[in-house]
C-alpha cells in the first residue's frame, strides 16, 4: 500500500523539463525494473555515457535533490545509524547529505570517472553494477537510490527484513531514469508499503516490507 504525504516543501519556478516518458534513459529504466533489458553490453554502453559526463556533472545537477531527499529523511521513518548503500552514487553529489543520520555509506556507481571526480567524504566507493551488488544478502539497513536504475531482485536480496528502500527522483516526472512510486512498490519482490511524497522539483518514496 502506498500513502502520499501532503507537500511541504513547495518547488520553486523554472524545474528543467528534461525527459519524458520516451526519453532513452526512462526507456531503459522501464525495461530493468520489469526484469529485462541489462546486460553485459548495455553495462559497458550506460558506463560509457556517464564516464563522458563525470567531469561536469556536479555543476549540473547540484542542489537538485537536498530537499526531495531531505523531505525524505525526515518525513520516511527512515531510522538513523546503521548501513546505507547508495547505488548510482555519480560524483558524490548526495553523499555528504546521507552521510548525516547513517553509521555508515557505501557509494556504488557503475562508472569509474563518476566514482574519480567525487569529493572527499565520510562514503566508501566501489565502481560495480547496481545488478550484481558487492554484498552479502540482509546486510544493509537501508538501499538509497537517487536517479537510479531500480535492479528490484538485487535490492531485496542485500537489504535486511527491516530495512527501507529509500527512492527519489530529483526532478520528479522530468527525471530521465524515473519511476512512479506506485511502480517501484509494484516491482519489489513481495509485499511492500510506502510513503511518498512531492518535495522541491522532486519525488521521494521510503518503501518497506510488510
Known sequence: MLTRLDRIVPAAPGRPEVAGADHPMRVVTVEVAAGGGWGPER??????LFDRMAS???ARVAGEADAPLGDALARGGV???GRCIEVGSGSGVVTSLLARPFDEVLCIDLSAEMLHHAPPSPGWRVQA??????LPSGSVDV??????F???LEVARVLRPAGAVLWVSTLGDRTPIYLPPDVVLDRLPGEWDGLSSLAGWGEWL???RR
Not at 553495462?43 to 560509457?48: E, F, G, H, K
Not at 553494477?129 to 558487492?134: C, F, I, R, S
Not at 538501499?143 to 537510479?148: D, I, M, P
Open 43 to 48: 553495462a559497458r554502453d550506460v558506463s560509457a
Open 150 to 152: 531500480l535492479f528490484p
Open 129 to 134: 553494477d547496481g545488478a550484481h551488488l558487492p
Open 143 to 148: 538501499v538509497a537510490l537517487v536517479n537510479a
Open 56 to 58: 561536469g556533472w556536479s
Open 206 to 208: 521510503v518503501a518497506r
Open 79 to 81: 531510522a538513523s545509524g
